[in-house]
């Protein structure tokens, strides 16, 4: 059974930084993109970053270039979503997920996610 | 980037069928048949129920279908039950290799 455990969640103020962290389990972990979507309390979802199965290849939205780092561990099976300079913008439940193979980025496994919240 | 075109609510009686629609450009939906649909019930993760544009993964019920024509895709729904009611987005993948999706839509099965 595929499990996406998230972590790393808190309160933060505006400018710092947080690492989440998403435990992967129940799959061949280098055989899938992952990626990362949040949403904000009361509003839709909006997709954040993805890494390839290998690692090798990432990709952001244009609101958190430069600010968010993903990456991945294959020792640890963990994804990471390294935060940086953060905005009150930012604050919303963060979800991994799985993503399912040739289906463009098609999400079929997600966890339950994890609660960043930007405030002084 | 701004999201994906869905309609607000969406409404119908149990047994009923409707349609949600999800209207891109040609830089998104137009361009790829990769458009995925969720579904999410309050305090829950969303569930893909859709991958490109009409397939359905295992353990998805057949009264959920996909479809597209030109920029505008649209998830149908068949014979509407209780537990159907629930927010949808669809989401697709765009020429800038980055995903869109939708503003959702919610579902309420009268």
């Known amino acids: 059974e595929v499990q996406l455990v998230e972590s790393g969640g808190g309160l933060v103020r505006p400018g710092g930084s947080l690492r989440l962290s998403c435990a992967a389990s129940?799959?061949?972990?280098?055989?899938?993109?992952m990626t990362w979507v949040r949403q904000a309390p009361g509003k839709g979802l909006v997709w954040v970053s993805t890494?390839?199965?290998?690692?090798?290849?990432?990709y952001y939205a244009d609101s958190v270039r430069g600010r968010f780092t993903i990456s991945r561990d294959f020792s640890k099976n963990t994804v990471y979503l390294q935060m940086n300079s953060l905005r009150a913008e930012d604050t919303a439940v963060y979800h991994c997920?799985?993503?399912?193979?040739?289906?463009?980025?098609?999400?079929?496994?997600w966890g339950q996610g994890t609660l960043v919240t930007v405030s002084s | 980037q701004s999201a994906l075109t869905q309609p607000a609510s969406v409404s119908g009686s149990p047994g009923q069928s409707i349609t949600i629609s999800c209207t891109g450009s040609?830089?998104?939906?137009?361009?790829?048949?990769?458009v995925s649909w969720y579904q999410q019930h309050p305090g829950k993760a969303p569930k893909l129920m859709i991958y490109?544009?009409?397939n359905r993964p295992s353990g998805v019920s057949d009264r959920f279908s996909g479809s597209k024509s030109g920029n505008t895709a649209s998830l149908s729904i068949s014979g509407l039950h209780t537990e159907d009611e629930a927010d949808y987005y669809c989401?697709?993948?765009?020429?800038?290799?980055?995903?869109?999706f939708g503003g959702g839509t919610k579902l309420t099965v009268l």
């Open positions: 129940g799959f061949t972990f280098s055989n899938f993109d």
């Open positions: 989401s697709s993948l765009t020429s800038s290799s980055t995903l869109k």
């Open positions: 040609s830089s998104d939906v137009g361009s790829y048949d990769y």
């Open positions: 490109g544009v009409s």
């Open positions: 890494i390839s199965g290998s690692g090798h290849i990432t």
């Open positions: 997920a799985k993503v399912r193979g040739s289906s463009g980025w098609g999400a079929e496994n």
